[in-house]
């Protein structure tokens, strides 16, 4: 019987930030078969309270936290450019991660840390692609899956944010539209071709809407609208079936307000409030699968996917065409 399944599993935190703070609250309040056991950063001395506080272990570098056999499990919150590597140093040491997005930063980054979970033999890998815990995002996969709206004919998501600054299309595809591929996939299967294009804000710099057209390998078509200087933070997915329709049910608040002539419901002030439940389950579930043996959630295979989908967009961007997406074989442990 493995040791983890004997006692509370002891999780360290690499990168102590927005992300790192929120799961290790989680960890402490909403999950009691694990604890925090140890936190690295790079400026120990700004979290030493929250170490004391947590009652956790204080590394100044991320290494040796994941190499300490104390460490059971770790969550991988630090800086983009450092996340592939350090789930390879997880692989390596024969410890579960949790890693936020994204895998890596090149194709290959994330394809060395496919290569080395597949020569290990086993999942230790689940990202931190929160959609797929969203209760509205789970019902609109069980309504599909039920097959009472027939066979996907079309997928339409929308993702709007207010984003003060500019942003170019590679930021906004790798660090907004990687989610909405991620469920795309999730949702409705394998994509077999991209195309882009975009707009920009009337009165300012950078891109305001981005319009991707996506086309499945099972002849469902999509479109994905990002739209980064909307009225608010929103995330919709609606499924066009051969027998009917599922949307999904938008915003926080189930209260719809309709006074002095006006129809109104509050939405979301980012993604942390969109997607607060979210959040908690993907760690609950994380640490259920690690107890249980049995891995599940977003694996590794599933971001890598993700991020092809914005490579064949940035080409397709390129090249001012469709461009069709490059069809791979599923390893069998992500089978």
Known sequence: ?????????KVGVVGFGGMGRRHAAILQHKVPSAVVAGIASRVPEKIAEDARRLGATLYSDSLSLIKDPAIDAVIVCSPDSTHSS???????????????????????EAQQVIDKECQVGRRLVQMALQRQFDPQHVQLKQTLESGIIGEPMLFKALHTGTFRGPRQLEEILFNTAVHDFHSARW???????????????PHGEGIGIVLIQLKFTNGCLGIIEVNDDAYGYDVDVEIVGSKGTAKMYSGVETTILKTQGEHTQRLPSDWLERFATSYEREVQVWVESIHSGC???????????AQALVYSTMQSELQQRPVEVKPQNTPPIYG
């Open 1 to 9: 019987v493995s040791v983890v399944l004997m006692r509370a599993l």
């Open 86 to 108: 350090l789930v390879l140093a997880c692989l390596e040491a024969g410890k579960h991660v949790l890693c936020e997005k994204p895998l890596g930063i090149t194709h290959a």
């Open 187 to 201: 949702l409705v299967g394998d994509v077999a071709q991209t195309y882009v294009q975009w707009r920009n804000r």
């Open 295 to 305: 891995p599940t959630g977003p694996s590794a295979w599933d971001a890598c996917q």
